[in-house]
């Protein structure tokens, strides 16, 4: 093992660094030349005194040294040897593996040959056998790393190391069999060098000096050749690519000679002409190939041919002229250089002409088109503006000087434009010399933009103008700024007076209530604010009799809510007689002013409006609706003159009034009523004579509700003549059982509030009964109200007049409730008169009363009006009555009202208990 090592290692560490050199890993790019001669003849020299020094050291641990001569001599055998083979390696790195096993072995087994020849003495065959087994194990060896080396996917380190351990064992193996055959401690002589030693060394230095020189020979007549051919393909390809080049242009290429002689031409130059050019001289270029002015108006003479140009130095550019070809006119622009010699002198011309037929035509088309673009931005009746990124005008059209004056046809950018004029937004405020729309789309922040402005110009003319402007862009990059101007002054006068319909009231340009709503909302919310709602019932009243009067009536108190309440911080109108105002602190009382007697007309007198008002706190953090609603809903139960604030009852009163309306319709709808009956008595004779129909509604959620209550909300809600309908379809026919039952004929009376007496349908409806029903008129009383009549007195006797002469009965009802009762007796067609129940309750102890009473009966009497005592409950009332001249009794003593009562035995009083 100690005779194996150090010459083992040592040719590991040469063969790595010689393998690594010459890039045994990747022999293909070391084939292709991508070792360099230095890298070679430095592997070489390694690899060499690699062998030598393997050979040395095996030597001298055999005590065999040689002198320094004979071992320098060595060395450079071992070197020019190692340096043939990596020479020859170089063209034969991917021959057989058994090729370049055998060339590697032969070179080591000379280069130890020529180490034993140093040494003069008799060789011992004593070790024949171990020097062959060695000698051939160190081949299979190197044999199989030779073919390893080859496998695939094997990476590069790994074939290094392969090629590494393989041949390095190699010639360490046969390194120590060529060794073993010198005896042990063989004395080598000092003084002369061996012969044989001398003429190897010669032999391998012309060997390898003629490797040497041979391969630089070839090296060199390779790269002329090379060198030869890639010129020669250099021109021809230079050549071809010409040729290709001059056919593949669209240009036609002509090349002449200097006397005009056709040298060349390309394909396209053949196609223009259907034929190829000739030879034709100068004077008859422009018959021959028909060339011509532009447009076509004559042929070209010789000095504008621009061949003949270019043979007498000129060089010509973009001349264009027109070729009548077999296949029609064609335009072309010809380029025409002359070719000049080393002396100056010209010896041809290269014409190219490029078709331009169609870009021609195009810029006519576009000349045209921009013709009648002009034409049409002219004749627009938005003004036109074109700006460049820095605010520069590229365009405008006339409609920019009429619109914003004479001042713009001078004008050079959008800032001379805008400077003369005062430019104000919706809002008033004042804009810039340079418009925010241009600065958003500069900025990048919108593409498009639009605003209405109020312009004003130097000579006075106002108006408003919509103005749109639109980012132009070119290669994604921002070009210009389109603008254009309307004049929309008619459409913004129109607009503002669309906003005065629907944000104000038309009369005192009052905030409607959505206008008053919305305003509301954006006032401060000032500690203790108020909102005070209120009406002028005047103006309700006098709306049906004088429409003119109402307005002026309204005007007045308009002012009169000014004037006294100053401090107001918004004042609206809800509808026709109800205004809103909020005030900025809390309101308890109604201020004196808002009563004063109002002035409408000189010539009449002061009208003292009728007011009710509501306050309501209205803190916040409450929404201006709900206290709006709040307010009114507390309004309806105002009294007149005064100042009601608002609380929760007056909600629950309103939620309850509005369940009860909900109620009341459905009642309507379904005819949820019962209608009773009450008799009406002959106080001498105790007959039953008439009856009242009294309505009565029970809900199934409410109760009982009294006529008194769903009455009134049924004339509020416009239903009042469903319920009038159904009491006298029921009393009518409860009127002709009754009839049949008492065998005579007997009447029903049925109550008429005083809007049903008054409303445009009703004599219609009761005049459509009587078609149905003939005998209506004999079976029907209708009762009026004493206050229901002095509503519209003229109208309610003109109607009754007619229902007399119809046939119906008629009855004044509530006697002595109204304030001018007396006077309402001379005007009505009645035949009854329905004493009030007041007069009644009481008669028998208050001897006034009983005075009162008996001037009615009296004055019944001369009028010839029967009198009808209601709320008769004792039999004291009656004798009282009948002692009067009273005819006639209804009450509780005879009987309460009744759905289905039994006629006969109502009949015939006292005589039922």
Known sequence: ?????????????????????????????????????????????????????????????????????????????????????????????????????????????????????????????????????????????SLAAASLVRRPGLSGAAQLAVVTLGQSLMITLITLAAASLLPAGTPVPTDTLPTLALGT????????????????????????????????????????????????????????????????????????????????????????????????????????????????????????????????????????????????????????????????????????????????????????????????????????????????????????????????????????????????????????????????????????????????????????????????????????QLVRVTRFAPLTALPNRAHFEDLAATLPATPGRTLIVTQCLNVTDLRAVHGALADDLTLAFTRALRATYPDALLLGQLDDHTFALVLPAPETRLRPGLLAPLTLDQRQPPVFPRVRACARPWPSDEAVQPALHAAETTLTVAPEGALLTAEDRHLEDRRRRVQLENALRRALTTGDFQVQYQPIIDLTTGEVVKAEALVRWEDPEAGRVPPDVFVPLAEQLGQIHVITDLVMREALREARRASVTLRRPLRIAVNLSPSELNAPDFMDRLHRLMREHPDAAQHLTFEVTESGALVNLEQTARHLTTLREWGFGLALDDFGTGHSALSVLQHLPIHHLKLDRTFVWGIEGNARQQILTGAVMELAARLNVEVIAEGIETATHEAILRGMGCSLGQGYLYSRPHADPDWAALDGWPNVS
Not at 34 to 58: M, P
Request: glycine content about 8%.
């Open 201 to 496: 060394a010669a032999a391998l230095f012309l060997t390898v000096a003629a490797g040497l020189l041979g391969d630089l020979q070839y090296r060199r007549a390779q790269r002329l050749t090379a060198l030869v051919a890639e010129r020669t393909a250099e021109l021809q390809a230079e050549r071809d690519f010409h040729v290709a080049l001059l056919d593949s242009l669209n240009d036609q290429i002509v090349i002449a000679d200097a006397d005009g002689r056709l040298a060349q031409h390309n394909a396209a130059a053949a196609q223009l002409h259907r034929r190829p050019p000739t030879g034709t001289l100068a004077p008859d270029w422009a018959a021959t190939y028909g060339l011509h002015t532009p447009q076509f108006t004559r042929l070209l003479r010789q000095d504008e041919v621009p061949l003949y140009r270019a043979l007498t130095g000129e060089v010509v550019r973009d001349a264009l002229i027109g070729i009548d070809t077999p296949a029609g006119r064609r335009i072309v622009t010809c380029n025409a250089t002359p070719v000049t010699g080393a002396d100056g002198t010209v010896s041809g011309a290269v014409v190219a002409m490029n078709d331009v037929t169609e870009r021609e035509r195009a810029q006519q088309e576009l000349a045209r088109t921009a013709t009648q673009h002009a034409e049409i931005i002219e004749s627009l009746d938005e003004a036109l503006l074109l700006l460049d990124p820095d605010g520069r005008i590229l365009s405008r059209n006339g409609r920019v000087r009429e619109l914003l004056g004479e001042h713009c046809a001078a004008a050079t950018t959008l800032a001379d434009l805008l400077a003369p004029l005062t430019v104000r937004d919706t809002q008033g405020r004042p804009l810039g010399g340079r418009s925010p729309n241009f600065r958003a789309l500069l900025g990048g922040a919108a593409r498009s933009t639009q605003s209405i402005m109020h312009v004003e110009r130097p000579d006075g003319r106002h108006m408003w103008l919509h103005s749109r402007a639109q980012a132009t862009h070119h290669n994604g990059e921002l070009s210009g700024v389109l603008y254009l101007f309307r004049d929309v002054t008619d459409q913004h006068e129109l607009n503002e």
């Open 1 to 141: 093992m100690q005779l194996f090592l150090p010459p083992f290692t040592l040719c590991l560490l040469t063969v790595l660094a010689a393998g690594a050199l010459v890039r045994v890993q990747a022999r293909a790019q070391m084939l292709a030349g991508g070792v360099n001669r230095r890298t070679q003849l430095l592997a070489g020299v390694i690899l060499g005194s690699g062998l030598w020094g393997a050979q040395i050291v095996t030597l001298r641990a055999q005590d065999l040294t040689a002198p320094p001569a004979t071992a320098a001599l060595h060395w450079l055998v071992s070197v020019g040897i190692s340096v043939g083979f990596v020479l020859w390696y170089r063209h034969h790195a991917l021959d057989r593996p058994l090729r370049v096993t055998g060339a590697l072995i032969l070179s080591v087994t000379a280069t130890q040959t020529a180490g034993l020849s140093g040494y003069p003495v008799p060789l011992s065959t004593a070790h024949a056998p171990q020097v062959l087994t060695l000698f051939a194990l160190g081949a299979l060896t």
